[in-house]
């Protein structure tokens, strides 16, 4: 059974940094993408970034510049570097998972129907 777990959020100023973390078990794919989406009150859910199993990724440009995705395939997980966050940036942020390839990877950023493994999420509220 797939379980993704996330970790890392909280509370910060604007222009902080928050380290989220996603803990990854009993996913057995050899090809995979993989991503951090995150979701507004009273907004839809929207891609943040994401990543497959040959390290390429692609950020959606709400987030370009001041995000980097990390992945360590011995420990499992993935990680999300924010620096330079905004009251913007406020939201319950999930960690995905889906099986195979795709391209192109930016097209998961817009359909987040395409993943089949999510976590529960981690909020992030930034205050200004």
């Known amino acids: 059974q797939v379980q993704l777990v996330e970790s890392g959020g909280g509370s910060v100023q604007s222009g902080g940094s928050l380290r989220l973390s996603c803990d990854v078990s009993?996913?057995?794919?050899?090809?995979?993408?993989m991503g951090w989406f995150r979701q507004a009150p009273g907004k839809e859910r929207e891609g943040g970034a994401v990543?497959?199993?040959?390290?390429?990724?692609s950020y959606a440009d709400a987030v370009k510049g001041r995000s980097t995705l990390s992945q360590d395939n011995a420990k499992n997980t993935l990680d999300l570097q924010m620096n330079g966050l905004k009251p913007d940036d406020t939201a319950l942020y999930y960690c995905a998972a889906r099986g195979g390839t795709y391209r192109p990877l930016s097209l998961l950023l817009q359909w987040s129907s395409l993943f089949r493994y999510w976590g529960q999420g981690t909020q992030v509220t930034v205050s200004s």
């Open positions: 990543i497959d199993g040959a390290g390429s990724t």
């Open positions: 009993g996913y057995t794919y050899s090809r995979y993408c």
